[in-house]
């Protein structure tokens, strides 16, 4: 089992920053961990991974170069940091992990993450 808490979200305006961070416990040893986030009516999209390697990282096209993930192995930490922000990159953001070991290319895929938190709101502001 993995219990995951997110924290760092909230509200600020175009251009801003916030640093979004996924507090793991449990079950230490994850093949990847992830970043989702849905708006009203829209499906989860995935927006950031990282596999336990530590160095191989994934982004979706509509955050790259503004967004960056990263981990700390020992605090049990996943980083989040976003830039420049957009009101399209409001949302709940979700922090996911896939338990056990993975290729890192399963890391891009939802269908992998069985450990979910309970998801922290950003909101940009025109």
């Known amino acids: 089992q993995v219990q995951l808490v997110e924290s760092g979200g909230g509200s600020v305006q175009a251009g801003g920053s916030l640093r979004l961070s996924c507090a793991a416990s449990?079950?230490?040893?994850?093949?990847?961990m992830g970043w989702f986030r849905q708006s009203p009516g829209k499906e989860r999209e995935g927006v950031a991974f990282i596999h336990n390697d530590g160095g191989t990282t994934f982004y979706a096209d509509s955050v790259k170069g503004r967004f960056a993930i990263s981990q700390d192995n020992a605090k049990n930490t996943v980083y989040l940091q976003t830039n420049s922000l957009k009101p399209e990159d409001t949302g709940m953001y979700y922090c996911a992990a896939v338990g056990g070991s993975a290729i890192a290319a399963a890391c891009r895929m939802i269908q992998y993450y069985g450990y979910w938190g309970q998801g922290i709101q950003v909101t940009v502001s025109q």
């Open positions: 449990g079950n230490t040893y994850r093949g990847c």
